[in-house]
Nanobody, 118 residues
Framework: QVQLVESGGGLVQAGGSLRLSCAASGRTFSSYAMAWFRQAPGKEREFVAA????????YYGNSAKGRFTISRDNGGDTAALQMDNLKPDDTGVYYC???????????WGPGTQVTVSS
């Protein structure tokens, strides 16, 4: 059974940092793109960052560029999101997403709450 489990969310003051982690299990994710999305209250889910393991490529949404860094480890089965210089607008539920580059089959984690106070 495939599972994505996020951790590392919490409450932080503006200007602070958080590191989110996503642990994937149930299969090998080295051929999957893993990404982070977020959803603020009353807003649509938004792309934050993505990473491929074998080609070592990374992609960022405009809100993440220059402040967030995505990384992969554990043979591609974990993904982390280092978030620096956090702003109140970064508040939301952050979701881990994995998508097969071959079949486009995808999976979502349950999400972790990030709250940035001003």
């Amino acid at each position: 059974q495939v599972q994505l489990v996020e951790s590392g969310g919490g409450l932080v003051q503006a200007g602070g940092s958080l590191r989110l982690s996503c642990a994937a299990s149930g299969r090998t994710f080295s051929s999957y793109a893993m990404a982070w999305f977020r959803q603020a209250p009353g807003k649509e889910r938004e792309f934050v960052a993505a990473s491929t393991w074998r080609r070592r490529t990374t992609y960022y949404g405009n809100s993440a560029k220059g402040r967030f860094t995505i990384s992969r480890d554990n043979g591609g089965d974990t993904a982390a999101l280092q978030m620096d210089n956090l702003k109140p607008d970064d508040t939301g539920v952050y979701y881990c997403h994995a998508e097969s580059l071959a079949t486009l089959v995808d999976f979502w984690g349950p999400g972790t709450q990030v709250t940035v106070s001003s």
